[in-house]
């Protein structure tokens, strides 16, 4: 079973950018290039919410609808690392960001098609 691990979280000003990392374990052989990858964030007393995804050869970046303009996801398969950058950042964007992994292409959303998460990186944006 593939493991990740989320990186790069921490307190931020309003404004600023930040850049989260998802290492991922590949120990049981499938590539991580094989995966679909996503990215998402549960807020203080909300539910968890999609963020972006791409696909295995990182060709095809999707999102949220209202976060294509500050959120850019990718990924570098030789390293078996997923990325989320995070520009111009809001104090609504205060969560705990997870990465999570699928084995088959999609644009769904949904978070039960996801297999394998990691347990997830805090985000605290001050106004």
């Known amino acids: 079973q593939m493991q990740l691990v989320e990186s790069g979280g921490g307190l931020v000003q309003a404004g600023g950018s930040l850049t989260l990392s998802c290492a991922a374990n590949?120990?049981?052989?499938?590539?991580?290039?094989?995966?679909?990858m996503g990215w998402f964030r549960r807020a203080p007393g909300k539910e968890r919410e999609f963020v972006a995804g791409?696909?295995?050869?990182?060709?095809?970046?999707y999102y949220r609808d209202n976060m294509k303009d500050r959120f850019t996801i990718s990924r570098d398969n030789a390293k078996n690392t997923l990325y989320l950058r995070i520009d111009s950042l809001k104090p609504e964007d205060t969560a705990v960001y997870y990465c999570?992994?699928?084995?088959?292409?999609?644009?769904?959303?949904?978070?039960?098609?996801?297999?394998?998460w990691g347990q997830g990186t805090q985000v605290t944006v001050s106004s």
């Open positions: 999570g992994a699928k084995n088959f292409w999609g644009r769904n959303s949904d978070s039960t098609e996801y297999l394998v």
């Open positions: 791409i696909s295995g050869n990182g060709r095809n970046p």
């Open positions: 590949t120990a049981s052989g499938r590539a991580f290039s094989t995966y679909t």
